[in-house]
């Protein structure tokens, strides 16, 4: 199993309450990913990363910040936390030659 | 439109039995295409890249129709342990685009 770790696993906030959710990685990887999967919409792409520093947006980044200042840690940040982010957070990784992606187990997070 | 759709399934199926799923994709620029496995409250799981001249692994097998842009995954020989949710992926351009994935229920 490709060595990506993701903390915390679970977590419970309130509404309006910053949130930050750490991926991990041993791999050396150039590419990280942060998803999250929904019922009835699968995986969605929030943000990701190219580098150390490079970020770009997915297709849901609205209320999602990141940032990644080593090449083995990228967090996401969820700067006032709504009920509507209530989801499962997957981190993933990428090396950027075979565009294989190896997933994290995944955050639980529940915004009440 | 999503760029990635799947048939939600469930497909039940009794063991031995062979099945398909489908996967259509709307950005003909895609680069690479991907089935990944899901079991419940887990990651998905790489299962195979899906190349134009198909490739199989075993009791899978996978093919890529550009023309038609769509891919698919065959599944021979069921076993009760692939019974997951399989997701279809393709990519392009630095990101990846997932469908909501099929859901199968192997039966004894």
């Known amino acids: 199993d490709a060595g990506i770790t993701q903390s915390p696993r679970h977590k419970v906030t309130e509404t309006g309450t910053p949130v930050t959710l750490r991926c991990h990685q041993t791999e050396n990887h150039r590419y990280m990913y942060w998803y999250r999967q929904d019922p009835g919409h699968g995986l969605r792409l929030i943000h990701y990363s190219y580098g150390v520093k490079d970020t770009d947006k997915g297709e849901v980044s609205d209320g999602y910040s990141v940032s990644r200042s080593k090449t083995e840690d990228f967090l996401l940040t969820l700067e006032s936390a709504t009920s509507s982010q209530t989801s499962v957070y997957f981190c993933?990784?990428?090396?950027?030659?075979?565009?294989?992606?190896?997933f994290g187990p995944g955050t639980r997070l529940t915004v009440t | 439109r999503k760029e990635v759709e799947q048939d939600p399934g469930p497909f039940n199926v009794p063991e031995g039995a062979t099945v398909a799923f489908n996967c259509t994709y709307s950005?003909?620029?895609?680069?690479?295409f991907f089935w990944y496995r899901q079991d419940c409250r887990k990651e998905p799981k790489l299962l195979m890249s899906v190349y134009s001249s198909g490739n199989e692994d075993g009791r899978f097998t996978a093919q890529l129709n550009r023309a038609s842009q769509y891919i698919s995954l065959l599944i021979r020989d069921s076993k009760l342990s692939d019974s997951a949710t399989y997701l279809c992926?393709?990519?392009?351009?630095?990101?990846?685009?997932f469908g909501s994935g099929t859901k199968l229920n192997v039966k004894p």
């Open positions: 993933a990784i990428n090396d950027g030659d075979s565009y294989e992606q190896y």
């Open positions: 950005n003909s620029a895609s680069q690479s």
């Open positions: 992926a393709g990519y392009n351009f630095n990101k990846f685009y």
